[in-house]
């Protein structure tokens, strides 16, 4: 199947929020998916048995899996899949962007992150074996995983940022909150009683 210039929005499904491809040859051009959930996982897209994916020009717009995996792409097929400058923008949730297990072949090129604001960005390589499908009664299969593990990581209380980080500017970073501020986590920062502020709150504390 190939699907150009579509846009899906505030959809919510058990797997692929927005889309769900499970065999099959297909093709995403110009793709649009914005304020997408999942319960599982691939808030924007699930790929999964031997289904085959090229995504290019797309963007996935406030996203989000519950299970923390995969809050834009999910990729659980034996099929090649390929990112062509495909954007995320995850929602205000941590976890990893775009999860891959038992897939053949990955590959992506400019595909890039922006986390919301009160987010640090990373990425790593994380593998080892996993039960991909327990939820299956029929099949336990536990195969070789990797997660390409592109993650927006909320601020810890007590620490904060402004920005959001990205694929492209990863050196935004968490800071410790100023002398006479607190802070409950993300991009929320507060002057104490007693300290000056705008309006209950501000961006900078002295």
Same mark, same amino acid.
């Given at each position: 199947a190939e699907l150009t210039n579509v846009t899906v929005v505030a959809a919510r499904a058990? %797997?692929?929020?927005? $889309? &769900? =491809?499970?065999?099959?040859?297909?093709a995403l051009h110009y793709v649009n998916i914005t304020k997408s959930s999942s319960a599982r996982g691939g808030g924007g897209i699930?790929?999964?048995g031997s289904a085959s994916l090229l995504c290019r020009d797309s963007v996935l717009l406030?996203?989000?899996?519950?299970? &923390?995996?995969?809050?834009?792409?999910? $990729?659980?097929?034996? &099929?090649?899949?390929s990112l062509q400058n495909v954007r995320f923008v995850p929602a205000n949730v941590s976890g990893s962007v775009?999860?891959?297990?038992?897939?053949?072949? /990955?590959? +992506? +090129?400019?595909?890039?992150?922006?986390?919301? =604001?009160? /987010? #640090? %960005?990373?990425?790593?390589? =994380?593998? &080892?074996?996993? !039960?991909? %499908?327990? @939820?299956s009664t029929?099949?336990?299969?536990?195969? #070789? !995983?990797?997660?390409?593990? @592109?993650?927006?990581?909320a601020c810890a209380p007590g620490t904060y940022a402004l920005e959001g980080g990205s694929s492209w500017n990863p050196s935004i970073t968490c800071l410790p909150v100023p002398f006479g501020a607190v802070g409950t986590g993300g991009a929320e920062v507060r002057a104490r009683p007693g300290y000056w502020g705008t309006a209950g709150r501000t961006q900078r504390a002295i």
């Open positions: 058990a %797997y692929g929020g927005g $889309i &769900g =491809l499970s065999d099959g040859t297909h699930w790929v999964s406030s996203t989000a899996s519950d299970s &923390g995996e995969g809050s834009g792409v999910s $990729i659980v097929s034996q &099929g090649p899949v775009v999860y891959t297990a038992r897939v053949s072949v /990955f590959s +992506q +090129q400019n595909a890039s992150v922006a986390c919301p =604001l009160g /987010f #640090e %960005y990373s990425a790593a390589q =994380l593998q &080892g074996s996993a !039960f991909v %499908y327990p @939820w029929s099949s336990r299969e536990c195969c #070789e !995983f990797h997660s390409a593990d @592109w993650s927006c990581t």
